[in-house]
């Protein structure tokens, strides 16, 4: 429990930064949808004049852009991208910054097994993103419920919720590839080129209308058309992320078993 009260102290930071900052994005739309008020139908308008591409590739709901949860959506998707950053920030860094730091070698001579290392660590980065989705769905819920009143809270929770979903997803990822690389200079560098990477192939898939790309887009897992229309997740998509889940995790845990980390 040692590690992991460390490693958990150590990550309040970064809860603090990207809970917050995801929050206030998300409620400042909240406020500038109320703002719309009667105007909604004339942006709705505007917004329907728009290239099909920009449409698509901003996930831009005009069939329910007047309502809280499509006006929502749009917003999300750089909620979404936010969070993705953090996790595949905190998956790289777990195992990676203990070579990095050169503490790899103290940390080896400690009586535990690695795979108690790493289920600590792993522990901690999973009640990091806990807290920051409770702290970013809970307070964006009650921002909306303050400024707009009447909506679909259920449909928009299910949508807030698929933050916490792509980030394990993420986080899994991140974690991976820093066991499959000997040592990651740059944790940030990394992180942000495989998410924007994942990301244009998500926007790309939806504007040239091929569905085959969602299954390599983490982004595209959870349609929030799909969830407005039918209030539920697409039950494949579920599937597939858990299975990418914990085939990393699996992976990963298989990996550092038995890598070579060499004592600086």
Known sequence: MNIFFHEFKEYWKSILIWSTSMTLLAVLYIFIFKGLGAEIESFKAFLDNMPDAIKKGFNILIDSISTLEGFYSFVFSFVTLCGAIQAMNLGL??????????????????????????????????????LTNIVYISLTILAAVVVVGEFDIKVFFMISLTLFFLQLIFMAIGLVISVMNR??????????????????????????????????????????????????????????????FFAATGISYLIYVKKDIHAN
């Open 183 to 244: 040592k990651i200079k740059s944790v940030i560098s990394v992180s942000l080129s495989m998410v924007f990477g994942f990301y244009v192939v998500g926007s790309l898939g939806s504007i040239i209308g091929e569905e085959k790309v969602r299954y390599f887009s983490p982004f595209r897992y959870f349609d929030t058309a799909y969830i407005i229309k039918n209030g539920t997740y697409e039950a494949d998509f579920v599937v597939i992320g858990l299975l990418l």
């Open 93 to 130: 860094s777990m195992l990676s910054k203990e070579v990095r730091d050169k503490t790899a070698d103290f940390l080896m001579t400690k009586p535990v097994s690695r795979v108690s290392i790493m289920t600590s660590k792993l522990m901690a980065v999973f009640f990091a993103l806990v």
